[in-house]
């Protein structure tokens, strides 16, 4: 893990890819698990880091949670109540552990979460929502501690912003409190409508996934069970953006088109052919590359976040002029330095990136840091179009939501 990328680019890229449950799924289903009084067993999830970090963070808990094959299997009742620390500090998603032990056993201990620098990432929503259904947090330094003397109760609750994780951690609070809980103004995310899903094959009762209110039931326990995670949209938009970027043709099974569709419509816009299945898409580029125009992300079922230096990555390729512009986070342009190494043509000015036109010469290949998850991701989509080698260091980061991308991209 962590090795360096060695990148030849400018070479098509031509295969079927079999995309992987989403990480942004399997994260909040693993910390379900601590809900669950029976095993559960998360099917096909990929070998990330984040998801080593979060079975580290179930066993610190308490629990006995390992890799079966290509599956996850959690069993056992947390007994503690504090998180490992390294863990915890190290990924955004460690705070979506906090509400089940809190549910479960009255307190949660952890650190403040780490997890990619793109912006001010405060938990304030989460911690608003939990003390609404009676939690007392306590912030000391970079510890956090959270405890419920009389254990948590329904709310109706409002959030100012639909965040994924501050509605995944009131949907997990809620899942065991007492009595009802309307969660208005929460994220419409498909891992949303996963998380809500899993739960109530626990025997929860969730409604509303997939709107803007959540209404939950609290139940006094739930069982365990088997549970495949969505297919990682993610994943598939760096595939997407990878064969607009380099050219050639990539088939994505195992998706379903819609899930990334505002990624698809514009590398279509982008001169890019996509052909749609029921759960698989093929994106081909033999011809030029044409600027996007202005696009923005939004939330659900909007262009995500996430995908926004992909699809940079592959404007950067593009005869035309584009700009994107992240509404969600501040600093989602990390890699805007690395696209200007390998001779792109960026321009950075607050949540904007501004990209193009691709020089005449083309882009060449440079030395690159993985500044971010998502970030280091779009520097090895932009190396492939690259004239020459590139070498990608940091890979660390892009190993948190990846498993053996370069691996995928060889064959
Ligand atoms: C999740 C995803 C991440 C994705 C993001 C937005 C996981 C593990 N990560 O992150 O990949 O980029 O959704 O789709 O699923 N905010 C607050 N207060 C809070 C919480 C959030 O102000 O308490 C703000 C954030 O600063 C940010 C915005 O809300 O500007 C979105 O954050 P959020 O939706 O919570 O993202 P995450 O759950 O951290």
Redesign the pocket.
Known sequence: MAGDYIITGGRPLNGTVWVPAA??SV??LLAASLLCSGPVRLCGVPELADVAESLALLRSAGCTAERQGADVRVDGVPGSGTLAAGPAGRM??SI?FCAPLLARLGRAQTVLPG?CR??????????AGLVQMGACPQLEGERLLLTAPAGLHGADITLR??????T?TLLLAAALAQGETTLRGA?R?P?ISDLAEFLNRCGGRIEGAGTSTLRIEGRRGLSGCDFSPLPDR?FASTLACAAAAAGGRVELTGCPPALYAPVLEILEQMGCTVERGADRAEVARFGRLYGAGRVFTG??PGL???AAPLLAAAMLCAEGESSIEDV???RRFGCAEGFERLGGRVNRSGRVLSVGPLPESGLHGATLTAPDLRGGAALVVAALSARGKSLVEETRHIDRGYAGLCEVLAS
């Open positions: 990480k942004n994260l909040p955004r998603a979506l997890g793109i912006g001010a990432r405060p938990i304030d929503l989460h911690l912003f639909p965040s994924v994780g501050a995944e994220a995310e891992e993610i939330v659900y995500a976040t996430d969600v986070f501040e």
